[in-house]
């Protein structure tokens, strides 16, 4: 079992251009959170979705974010028009089911820097 | 909404005991759960509990009381490779969403 797979690892950008990180969750997994981090805090959570669907953006701003978990493939984060303060690490977790104990499984994360 | 607090630094000794203590508020509660994460890593499952009293694995125990909206994680015989940082994070009351605290940053000392 491969685990969660998150890739670019580290991905270096200049202002007003786009990012696009991609996330594979867990075989068997159908459940995908995406979480920032910013250096020395916590995880905010900012998007969850299901397959085809998003079930919570509450945590994601309203401009340049996106997020998607099509039928086939990966999920993936976009930023657009990226700026100094997206610079952070985005991290993924993947879950068999959302109810009870959710245990979440954690990519390794994709290191953002903006220019 | 959900309020997190748990402290952000702590240091002890190898060897030792170290309690990490965690309070909450949240609209709703369906358990909660602790991460230790290294740096520049990712997040891995601790514990997670559900009910009041303490949880016992290994060298880590998770102790939660719903009541007073407190956990904590206890480490015991401290390894130098301890040395992470530890969140804390409770479950939504539809069971589909963990919201971490800050995390604290423990460093074990030789």
């Known amino acids: 079992n491969a685990g969660v797979m998150q890739n670019p690892r580290h991905l270096v950008r200049r202002r007003g251009q786009e990012a696009r990180l991609r996330c594979s969750p867990m075989?068997?997994?159908?459940?995908v959170y995406w979480y920032r981090q910013l250096p020395e805090e916590g995880l905010k959570f900012m998007v969850y979705?299901?397959?085809?669907?998003?079930?919570?953006e509450s945590g994601m701003p309203k401009e340049r974010f996106s997020a998607e978990f099509p039928k086939e493939g990966p999920s993936i984060l976009r930023i657009q028009q990226v700026v100094r303060g997206d610079s952070a690490a985005y991290f993924c977790?993947?879950?068999?089911?959302?109810?009870?104990?959710?245990?979440?499984?954690f990519g390794a994360g994709s290191r953002l820097t903006v220019l | 909404g959900q309020n997190i607090d748990q402290p952000t630094e702590m240091t002890a000794t190898e060897g030792a005991i170290v309690q990490i203590n965690c309070t909450y508020q949240?609209?709703?509660?369906?358990?909660l759960f602790w991460y230790q994460q290294h740096a520049g890593e990712a997040p891995t499952f601790l514990s997670y509990?559900?009910?009041?009293g303490l949880e016992e694995k290994g060298r880590f125990s998770s102790f939660l009381s719903r009541s007073k909206g407190y956990s904590y994680l206890l480490l015991k015989e401290l390894q130098m490779k301890d040395s992470a940082s530890y969140l804390c994070?409770?479950?939504?009351?539809?069971?589909?969403?963990?919201?971490f605290g800050g995390g604290t940053r423990l460093m074990v000392k030789p």
């Open positions: 994070a409770p479950l939504n009351n539809a069971g589909n969403m963990l919201t």
């Open positions: 979705l299901q397959k085809e669907n998003i079930i919570d």
């Open positions: 509990n559900v009910l009041d």
């Open positions: 977790a993947s879950s068999r089911s959302p109810s009870g104990a959710n245990v979440l499984t």
């Open positions: 075989k068997g997994h159908s459940h």
């Open positions: 949240t609209s709703g509660f369906n358990g």
